[in-house]
């Protein structure tokens, strides 16, 4: 399934065949939250843009429309007309994110809907059951996330509970995958590695859940309160504990510096919602820094968004043109800036994989970071 074709220092250049085609890592998943990118992009836009996996949510789509109709209509590659690979996340991050709401047991988690206050279970049973009605290639498993400074004894009990629900999912996996109606009996599961910013509670969890030999595992818990550091730190000692022949997907990150410094720490799957939702905003990436197309600067600028840019935005139209769209709230202009994102961040990681494959990483990392010293201060 994972087949590692190089290694650059403790990057890595690898491909994970699935169901749905083979993913070529490192990998940015975009992020389609109700089977959909924000900005009205299509599948058909994803395709031409370069997009290998597209991600949707558990929770979102079990409250908004129903998974048990998205089976219906044959599951979720075939509702939405998307035939590369889908990971879909659990859950589990909103359940944190609902804090106000929830209340955590043994059992699972009761929390109230965010579009119509009703009251809802899940645990891992039931996490699992909603992803095997969409019929991901890749499931989440059910965990909770832990705020990243939360008290260490509330961790420890936190991440032990995330173990056991962990060998819960991957039992109700298992049965589901071999039901004779399930829409993807090829689903596979990544468990989650936990423990907020404490590295041994951290190395200790990804020491267990690597014993239970799944397709692939993610780091959880980071970009929700702790500093750049505190996360490349975390990741430097908690990696190397993760099974290198397997992927290791850093969740919800990140910025496009981000992403250079953590392939170089041994991630290759990641997502995050920065590319669209700064495209909704005006807000544009390119190599130099990002750019917000609101600025009087840009009024007459003829220039494309990113000078050589490929993508369907800069091909055709320009930074003034798109301004105008968008001061004059037009969707066209919200659509560009979104098409124009994704397809930086697609490139950003071609590029990450041909610097890896040509045995310079740390060189193209230097020189990238460089060129994105403006990034982080315009986050």
């Known amino acids: ?74 599951g979720l590659h075939k509702f ?28 699972g988690v009761t929390f109230n809907s965010h579009i119509d206050g009703r009251k809802i279970f899940m645990g891992p049973e039931e996490s699992m059951q909603i992803q095997s009605n969409l019929g991901s290639t890749i499931a989440m498993a059910f965990d909770e996330c832990p705020p990243a400074k939360a008290e260490r004894r509330y961790v420890e ?38 423990g907020a910013v404490y590295t041994d509670i951290r190395i200790e969890h990804a020491k267990r859940i690597s014993e239970l030999d799944l397709p692939g595992y993610a780091v959880g818990g980071l970009a ?52 669209s939702r700064n495209g909704r905003h005006g807000h544009v990436y390119t190599k130099y820094g990002k750019i917000n197309l609101f600025n009087a600067q840009y009024e007459k600028d003829d220039r494309p968004i990113e000078e050589g840019c490929q993508c369907p935005a800069c091909k055709h139209y320009s930074r003034a043109y798109i301004r105008h769209l968008m001061k004059a709230k037009e969707m066209l202009g919200m659509r560009f800036c ?32 460089e060129l994105l010293k403006t990034y982080d201060k315009s986050k």
């Open 338 to 369: 979104v098409l124009h994102n994704l397809y930086f961040y697609n490139h950003l990681m071609e590029d990450i994989r041909g610097a890896i494959e040509e045995g310079r990483y740390s060189e193209f990392k230097k020189e990238r970071l």
């Open 157 to 194: 009990d936190s991440v032990a509970r995330t173990t056991r629900w962990l060998s819960r999912c991957k039992n109700e996996m298992e049965r589901l995958n071999s039901l004779p109606d399930t829409v993807n009996p090829d689903q596979m599961l990544f468990g989650i590695n936990q």
């Open 1 to 74: 399934m994972y087949k590692l074709l190089k290694t650059d220092g403790r990057a890595k250049r690898a491909e994970f065949q699935t169901v749905h085609g083979t993913i070529q890592t490192p990998v940015f998943m975009n992020v389609g939250t109700v089977a959909a990118i924000k900005g009205a992009v299509s599948t058909m836009d994803l395709k031409e843009i370069g997009t290998q996996v597209e991600l949707s949510n558990t929770y979102h789509l079990h409250v908004r429309t129903g998974d048990k109709l998205i089976k219906e209509m044959g």
């Open 224 to 275: 929700v309160g702790e500093s750049h550091e505190e996360m490349y730190h975390v990741l430097d000692e908690t990696v190397p504990y993760l099974p290198q022949n397997k992927p290791t997907y850093l969740m919800g990150v990140g910025t496009p510096a981000n992403i250079l410094e953590a392939v170089d720490r041994g991630v290759d799957f990641f997502d995050c919602v920065y590319p």
């Open 80 to 107: 939405m007309n998307w035939d590369r690979p889908i990971l879909t996340d659990s859950g589990g991050f909103q359940v944190f994110s609902l804090a106000g709401l929830r209340k955590i047991k043994e059992e």
